[in-house]
């Protein structure tokens, strides 16, 4: 019952590296989320996806590039790391885009911990 | 527009005493409103969902939520606090979907900025 499942789960980076953070989730949802979590703002999305081979923007999406080449997973990389992208980040998915679905819930995974120095 | 205000950002209480997380949100529609729980190093977990059914929404873990449409308020309260429920909280509002420049839509979450629930022995 692994649910959504965030690899790795804490990673320093010098700037300028690139990196992959990877999301899996075993519940054949359609929707896929990235997140950042940063002291004091809650949850932001920087991108997401509505089905496999399909993604979009968010709120915070520079510096940030996805992809979901398979349904199960969705992929967030960062091609040069910088300071600001200090965070921590977040995967979640859902069977509905629409939360007034009383039956929809978005799940998240553990968090994966970022820093970039 | 949508904005969420969790208006205190670390709340103490004694185990065995009430609890009492208050948020205060801004839209432009009928939102969906949810609490989630973090745990330290750990994800987001659903406590409750509102979603225009009743005003008064019962969670997991003995919380329970009521929605005042008219205060825009929609505050989390457990009548005894435990142990295990400290955390921080988050308030989160959705409204209907968005569709973006390319056709693509979601329920847009709001997070607040969160509330830090310390219980004391």
């Known amino acids: 019952n692994a649910g959504v499942t965030q690899t790795p789960k804490f990673r320093v980076l010098k700037t300028g590296q690139s990196m992959t953070l990877l999301c899996a989730q075993d519940?054949?949802?359609?929707?896929m989320y990235w997140y950042r979590q940063d002291p004091g703002m809650g949850l932001r999305l920087i991108h997401y996806?509505?089905?496999?081979?399909?993604?979009a923007k968010g709120e915070v999406p520079d510096g940030y590039n996805v992809s979901r080449l398979k349904k199960q997973n969705f992929l967030l990389g960062l091609e040069s790391a910088a300071p600001s992208q200090t965070s921590v980040y977040f995967c979640?998915?859902?069977?509905?885009?629409?939360?007034?679905?009383?039956?929809?819930?978005?799940?998240f995974g553990e968090g994966s911990w970022l820093t970039v120095v | 527009a949508q904005s969420v205000t969790q208006l205190d950002s670390h709340v103490s209480v004694s185990e065995g005493t009430p609890v009492l997380l208050r948020c205060n949100y801004s839209s432009s529609y009928s939102p969906s409103l949810f609490w989630y729980v973090q745990h330290p190093n750990k994800g987001l977990q659903l406590l409750l969902k509102?979603?225009?059914?009743?005003?008064l929404v019962k969670g997991i873990n003995g919380f329970e939520a009521e929605f005042k449409k008219s205060e825009t308020s929609f505050h989390l309260t457990k009548p005894s606090a435990h142990m295990s429920d400290a955390a921080e909280y988050f308030c989160v509002v959705s409204n209907r979907p968005q569709y973006n420049a390319g056709g693509t839509s979601y329920g847009k979450l709001t997070f607040g900025q969160g509330t830090i629930l310390t219980v004391h022995p």
């Open positions: 509102y979603t225009s059914a009743a005003t």
């Open positions: 996806s509505v089905g496999e081979g399909t993604t």
């Open positions: 519940m054949n949802h359609e929707y």
């Open positions: 979640a998915s859902s069977y509905s885009r629409d939360n007034y679905r009383s039956g929809n819930t978005i799940y």
